[in-house]
């Protein structure tokens, strides 16, 4: 068993949560809304208050993480806010990361956001596997087909998992 880091646990968030403990991982998702928590924890996942836009906000909720996903791929925001999301607030985070317990990240390749930003993202966590060999998915599954996207992406965190 390991534990899960979902940043971003929304709708899509909570139907990987579920998967994720039918597998039998423990959970934890954040979301920067409180109202959240019970959809979370309806979820079976931990519910945790962090902005993916304030990493000083994340990072005490990696302790006891295997994982980490960063769900991204459909943030909503601004153009300047989004390039942050995929672009230096993601790479910060991957520097972090090296001395916390997170050993993998799935990163979300695919969604509403701009197609560039999420190619930038996909090559920080790139970057990040081939400087610290840490273990990276990115999954580029069309949030679309919900159904093929959950199993993508549960498949991914096994996959960083056996890495």
Avoid at 63 to 83: F, I, K, P, R, T
Avoid at 118 to 133: F, H, K, M, P, Y
Avoid at 137 to 155: Q, R, S, Y
Wanted: glycine share 10%.
């Amino acid at each position: 068993m390991a534990r899960v880091l979902l940043v971003g646990c929304g709708c899509r968030g909570g139907e990987l949560a579920k998967a994720l403990l039918e597998r039998g991982h423990a959970v934890r998702g954040t979301t920067r809304d409180e109202s959240r928590f019970e959809a979370i924890a309806a979820a079976g996942a931990e519910a945790a208050l962090a902005d993916p836009d304030r990493l000083m906000t994340l990072m005490p909720h990696v302790e006891g993480v295997s994982v980490l996903c960063w769900l991204m791929g459909s943030a909503s925001g601004d153009e300047e806010n989004l390039h942050a999301l995929h672009g230096p607030r993601l790479e910060t985070l991957s520097e972090r990361l090296v001395d916390t317990h997170v050993r993998g990240v799935v990163y979300e390749g695919a969604g509403s956001v701009d197609a560039s930003l999420l190619e930038q993202g996909a090559a920080i966590v790139s970057r990040a596997r081939d400087t610290w060999n840490i273990p990276v998915e990115v999954v580029d599954h069309d949030p679309a087909d919900h159904d093929g996207w959950v199993d993508a992406m549960a498949a991914a965190v096994e996959r960083v998992l056996s890495a």
